[in-house]
């Protein structure tokens, strides 16, 4: 068989139906293995926020996912006999390279951070990333809700060098998630 144009773009196609369809193969079980993953990463991030809590109750909406779910819009965190101790909740905010998602904890009145962990971001690495890094998240850890905020506006956590918007993002999400529940839970 010659190399014609006509056998070459045969060829080409061939193999680019061959290529779509071992993609198709891989990615349905990807799938559902990152699914897995991002549940468990979640539940050990819950415990984390909100040690008290022996359970979590998510709390939804109205909305459906894409899955025909309802929206977990945040999780009450109860003890042992099934009293609140606080809740968890996701905030998503702008940082300085992207969305910036956090998974944030407060007690049951309101008054104390309990902890923060942030689920996904895009932040420069070596300075926005170090959202990530325990020595910045450790502030938010029983942290009273009226010193949430920098430092320089008279608050308790202290921004990363060159990274203030990322630093200014992770409390304003916990800021936006603590107002989020407490208007829902009236």
Known sequence: MKNTPVNIIVKMIALSALAAILLALTFVPTQAQLKVLQAEQEKEALKAVLPAASDFEPVTGDQLDADGNPVVLYFRGVDSSGNVVGYAFRDTQPGAQGLVEILGGVTADYSTVTGMEVMSHSETPGLGAKIT???FKGQFVNLPVADLSL?????????????????????????SGIDDVRAEEG
């Not at 506006?153 to 916990?174: E, F, P």
Request: net charge negative.
């Open 133 to 135: 890094e325990p020595a």
């Open 151 to 175: 430092s320089s506006s008279g608050g308790k956590v202290d921004a990363i060098s060159g990274a203030t918007i990322s630093s200014v993002t992770v409390v304003n999400a916990l800021h």
